[in-house]
């Protein structure tokens, strides 16, 4: 008989394993079916490893400018590449070895292969398509089992998503890369060509920048990082300009060519013109699409849209005892999203009263370049479309004293209140670790404040985040430091 389950889940990134741990934790028996990586692309592939690489490379730039600070550097401070990328993929198997850990220490069972739901209640596991290829990051020692067949009340895919790629400019792992090849390079590039500027795009351009490469972003729409607000990325542009990144807006990449060692992109611009750019290699950062390929929903009827499973706030898809999280059940594609949609998920699963559904208008999203941005909620334009009355406050970081002090001055905090209720409508940022400061806009949002509260609000001296109140009292005409 087939080994029977509370719930089951298929993928083990950030939705799916949460999931398995508060599932656990609520009383349910329960599996994860894995096929390749404890943590998923975002321990592995994603989020950890590319912010050991940006610490590499913000520490890089900080020695390279000791005299901004008094201070006397002897000798030459240059990258090793292979002592980069080597403690980058260290953080990565610590926390891959992690999530091993905590399915032990919460009891559930993993299942190593690749799962197909057959019917509802019902999956097969299959040997995996995707064997282990780094020798620090092995199979877990607590897997139970592999190929069979598993019954469950509940299934819910966690299977992520993958690199989009585009006809006639697909990745080929030597020449045009994903973000694999871009975290493992063998040796820097002097030159590097990034197609799409979104969060991984302009993170690697970033990087890479940071490291000595010549970069170029090619971007199709009018600004770089289009789901930011464009007043803020205007500023990020200009301080990723000043860093040497040259940066094209409303162009495409319209063919490549292959060199032996080189690859030489045709950009076409918004005017028709063409330019060709060569360069030792292309990454290919045009988006990801969710991996819902050979997990049998076209034959149980489950609906997807444009490469994603359609679930509704608590992960249910229009089949009964199916559900999807994470990046499989679409945009916003982050880990943190996907974490909060499978303790949702498995909370609604479970009975426990008042759970809320994901409120996506409330993700927070970051990208790690230099400088940093962040935000949350509407954007101002998004907010006019709308039809909002709205109140906007600013405030430059050239204007708070830690900032200065820090000698990181360049960045601005954006408020967007609805002028009737007093409602935050959207936060954003530009500047360094404005990623750790949007978490207090979050938490404004979900307490619903108001700005009258946020003005009354105590922020501690000297810090950045006094950047935060001071937009607040700016969007109402109380702005006291600038």
């Known amino acids: 008989m087939a080994e029977s389950y509370d719930v089951i889940i298929i993928g083990s990134g950030p939705g799916g394993y949460v999931a398995a741990i508060r599932a656990s934790q609520l009383g349910l028996k329960t599996a994860i079916v894995e096929r390749e990586h404890m943590g998923g692309i975002c321990l592995n592939w994603g989020c950890i490893p590319t912010k050991a690489l940006l610490r590499s490379a913000e520490v890089l730039d900080h020695a390279n400018h000791f005299k901004d600070y008094g201070l006397v550097l002897e000798g030459t401070v240059k990258p090793d590449a292979k002592a980069v990328v080597a403690r980058s993929r260290g953080v990565s198997a610590r926390l891959n070895a992690g999530v091993g850990f905590l399915m032990k220490k919460n009891k559930i069972d993993i299942i190593w292969g690749e799962a197909k739901i057959t019917k509802p209640g019902e999956i097969v596991v299959g040997k995996s398509s995707k064997p282990v290829v780094e ?12 190929e069979g067949t598993y019954t469950a009340k509940h299934i819910i895919i966690a299977t992520g998503a993958r690199p989009r790629a585009l006809p006639g400019i697909e990745p080929d792992g030597k020449l045009i890369w994903t973000y694999f090849e871009a975290l493992k390079p063998d040796v820097l590039p002097k030159s590097l060509i990034v197609m799409g500027s979104g969060a991984i795009g302009i ?23 289009p789901v930011e607000d464009a007043e803020i990325t205007a500023i990020a542009r200009k301080q990723l300009e000043k860093r040497g990144l040259k940066i094209f807006t409303s162009a495409k ?3 490549v060519e292959k060199g032996a060692n080189s690859i030489t992109a045709h950009v076409e611009t918004s005017d028709g013109k063409v330019q060709q750019i060569t360069a030792d290699r292309l990454i290919s950062a045009v988006g990801v699409q969710g991996n819902i390929e050979n997990l049998g929903l076209e034959a149980l009827g489950i609906k997807t849209d444009r490469g994603c499973v359609v679930a509704d706030g608590y992960g249910k898809t229009n089949v009964a005892g ?45 990208t790690y370049c230099n400088p940093q941005v962040a935000s949350v909620g509407l954007t101002e334009a998004k907010a006019k ?25 360049q960045g601005m905090v954006k408020v967007i209140f609805d002028k009737k209720t007093g409602e935050l409508l ?33 922020f501690p001296h000297p810090t950045v985040s006094e950047t935060m109140k001071e937009a607040v009292l700016d969007a109402y005409g109380r702005v006291l430091n600038a």
């Open 385 to 409: 479309e709308q039809g909002r009355d709205i109140r906007v406050g600013r405030f430059s970081f050239a204007a708070n004293g830690k900032a200065i002090a820090l000698g990181e001055d």
């Open 203 to 225: 993170e690697f351009a970033s990087f890479y920048r940071s490291m000595g490469v010549d970069v170029t972003v090619v971007e199709v729409m009018p600004t770089i990082m």
């Open 135 to 146: 020798p620090q990051h092995p199979l877990p020692k607590n897997v139970k089992s592999s």
């Open 322 to 366: 199916i559900y999807a999280i994470g990046d499989v059940a679409g945009p916003p594609m982050l880990a943190h999203k996907a974490e909060h949609e499978g303790v949702v998920c498995v909370e609604k699963i479970a009975g426990l009263p008042n759970v809320h559904p994901t409120d996506k208008g409330k993700v927070p999203g970051c």
């Open 253 to 255: 990449v319209s063919k």
């Open 426 to 458: 959207g936060a954003h940022m530009v500047g360094a670790e404005v990623t750790e400061l949007i978490q207090g806009f979050v938490v404004a949002m979900n307490l619903e404040t108001t700005e009258e509260e946020l003005m009354h609000t105590i």
